[in-house]
């Protein structure tokens, strides 16, 4: 199995674990509140299948795509929020039948793209591999937030690695999305991951460190919790800075959550979070 594959495979298996949690759910379920304002457990389905649609237009239809990042751009507050609010007004079999329908169109799509192809997006451009990156990141995230609203604890998997990885590999993205530089120097990341492996990132004598589980990582750049509220550490000034503005999606910066607003158990034991990552997707 090639790593593509591999990766797509964990894509496969992030949506066929969020689709567990609604697919039983009544109408009166869709339309619970989750923890990112405005937001319904539809909202967040239809937002997934939206930006699906959006990432097949990338690969398939280049200039459509340009088309809808200009029309994206003219409204950075209103167009996810927009597609988001399209989907959620059909009713809920239809809505999931939509989003299965582009989870598969997706990963058929992304199967075929060439090994060395760049897809364009919200941000910088993507090869495959990150593009189904950032969807795994996207659905795992927003399926914190159904899990929330459902008061279901999800449990970690190495899936997490993904998202961690974007995470890391999205550090300087996130000081130009606030028109800051970023800092020179590599920094050093280590992560407890859900298996007690260590998973680790640039160099090991690095000043700038970041360590924590795996999972309050992720929660935190994909600001689905506020940093008071998990276990990750920083040493060095500009480490510590990036935890505060740290985001693993593309687009404006999210206005990510309050301290105490975490729901389930304290930080860094795997407890669940949720807030919209805000901005594009």
Known sequence: MSETEALLGDLRAEGDELDGLVAGLGGAEWRMATPAPGWTIAHQIAHLAWTDERAVQAAEDAQGFADEVRRAWAAPDAFVDGGAERGAAEPPEVLLGHWREGRERLLRTLAVQPPRARLPWYGPPMSVMSMATARLMET????????????????????????????????????????????????RVELGGPDGELWTY???????????????????????????????????????????????????????????????????????????AGGAP
């Open 140 to 187: 795992w995230a927003h399926g914190q937030d159904v899990a929330d609203a459902l008061g279901v604890r999800r449990a970690p998997t190495a899936r997490l690695r993904h998202v961690a990885r974007i995470g890391v590999r999205a550090r300087g993205y996130a000081y130009t999305a606030r028109e800051l530089e970023p800092p020179a120097e590599e920094f």
């Open 202 to 276: 640039g160099p090991q004598d690095a000043a700038q460190r970041v360590t924590g589980p795996a999972l309050d990582f992720c929660l935190l750049v994909t600001q689905r919790a506020h940093r008071d509220d998990l276990a990750v550490r920083a040493e060095g000034a500009d480490a510590d800075r990036w935890l505060d503005i740290a985001q693993a999606f593309a687009g404006p910066p999210g206005k990510g959550r309050a301290p105490g607003q975490r729901p389930g158990d304290p930080a860094g034991d795997g407890g669940a979070s949720g807030d919209r």
